[in-house]
């Protein structure tokens, strides 16, 4: 059997076995086992989907939450449900700060500038969940910022500079006085493995006919991984920065997931007549996204959770245990030569502040 039709097969089966995969993970609410009260979370395409729901469970322990989105009016309308949420629920424990930051993941001016913006607070960022993607599903290519295709630069591109532009936050969460680390939760997919290898002579697909959404997106996420890998092995021999921040960086937790095959509008892109179907169908099969959402919140939030997936690179299923990612996301010089080509792209909008810490 193929490699192509072995992971064809793999992602069918877990659409179709879906909830008998997940069938013993626990209800959101009973999922973590740390206190995280006050903490400083960030949650990027947090208005729907998988996203919101993570949201709202972060609102509910009483987190400090950024809401991290395109459409400010969204995300005020979030906001204000979140507040009504938290008045009217018994055991509130603290006032609740939740605050709109605008984030477009299509436009790296805009990711630079909501870093600036955070940074700018001077507080930690104990939890960054890297939610927000796009899966234009049978879509002809598109090309936004910069001459990107939108799957490198929502998914990748725009993912990596904002967890690098962070750093200056999270490192002050990992830091003396705070718990003693930072967590950034990359929601990866399955499909990654769909992907043999990151195209270099052709990352964008701008040769005539080489272009599907599929494609794209596997590689997209296979990428994701990938720098992922490499930013860890960064963080544990950081070259540059202070003896305090190198310290810190060895306690900043990556860790990447599979939030399982989730009810959204991931279909919105096709046909009426299938999305009507897709809807009326397919939530026989797949989770919801209050389900998708627990693997985020359980990385987030579970004591254990980056420890016991230390041996698989720290990828979690949708079931919320520890699994191997595919041979080619393992490649520890795939992973060195994907952060060097990424760093030439997108190495100018860092700060020289965190460019400091690589040096």
């Given at each position: 059997m193929g490699r192509g039709l072995r992971d064809y097969l793999s992602v069918t089966h877990d659409v179709l076995f879906q909830r008998w995969i997940c069938r013993r993970v626990p209800p959101m609410a009973k999922i973590g086992d740390e206190d995280v009260v006050g903490l400083n979370v960030v949650v990027t395409g947090c208005t729907s989907g998988i996203g919101k729901a993570a949201a709202v469970e972060f609102a509910r322990r009483d987190c400090n939450l950024f809401l991290a989105c395109r459409n400010a009016a969204k995300g005020e309308k979030l906001r204000q449900e979140l507040l009504e949420m938290v008045a009217t629920s018994s055991?509130?424990?603290?006032?609740?700060?939740?605050?709109?930051?605008?984030?477009?993941?299509?436009?790296?001016?805009?990711?630079?500038?909501?870093?600036?913006n955070f940074n700018g607070m001077g507080g930690p960022l104990d939890i960054l969940v890297n939610n927000a993607g796009v899966f234009a599903m049978s879509a002809p290519r598109s090309v936004c910022f910069?001459?990107?295709?939108?799957?490198?630069?929502?998914?990748?591109?725009?993912?990596?500079?904002?967890?690098?532009?962070?750093?200056?936050?999270?490192?002050?969460?990992?830091?003396?006085?705070?718990?003693?680390?930072?967590?950034?939760?990359?929601?990866?997919?399955?499909?990654?493995?769909?992907?043999?290898?990151?195209?270099?002579?052709?990352?964008n697909y701008e040769s005539p006919g080489s272009y599907n959404s599929k494609k794209a997106y596997a590689q997209s996420?296979?990428?994701q991984l990938l720098f992922t890998n490499a930013l860890r092995t960064k963080l544990l021999d950081l070259k540059g920065g202070s003896k305090e921040q190198r310290e810190a960086a060895e306690r900043?937790?990556?860790?990447?997931?599979?939030?399982?095959?989730?009810?959204?509008?991931?279909?919105?892109?096709?046909?009426?007549?299938v999305q009507k179907a897709y809807g009326l169908i397919m939530p026989l099969f797949l989770l919801t996204p209050e389900e998708g959402a627990r693997s985020t919140l359980?990385?987030?939030?579970?004591?254990?959770?980056?420890?016991?997936?230390?041996?698989?690179?720290?990828?979690?299923?949708?079931?919320?245990?520890?699994?191997?990612?595919?041979?080619?996301?393992?490649?520890?010089?795939?992973?060195?030569?994907?952060?060097?080509?990424?760093m030439k792209e997108i190495g100018h909008y860092l700060s020289k502040e965190v460019k400091g810490l690589f040096a």
């Open positions: 055991g509130a424990k603290r006032k609740n700060n939740f605050r709109v930051m605008i984030l477009d993941l299509s436009d790296l001016d805009s990711v630079v500038s909501f870093a600036k910069g001459g990107y295709e939108l799957h490198l630069l929502t998914n990748f591109l725009s993912n990596s500079l904002l967890t690098l532009l962070l750093l200056p936050s999270l490192l002050r969460a990992a830091g003396k006085g705070r718990p003693g680390k930072a967590k950034v939760i990359m929601v990866n997919s399955k499909l990654h493995q769909m992907c043999t290898g990151f195209n270099y002579d052709d990352p996420k296979l990428s900043v937790q990556l860790m990447t997931l599979h939030p399982g095959n989730v009810t959204t509008d991931v279909v919105r892109t096709l046909p009426w007549v359980f990385a987030a939030t579970d004591s254990n959770a980056h420890e016991a997936s230390r041996e698989v690179m720290n990828y979690l299923n949708s079931n919320c245990q520890p699994v191997l990612p595919s041979n080619e996301a393992r490649d520890p010089t795939e992973a060195i030569k994907l952060w060097d080509w990424t």
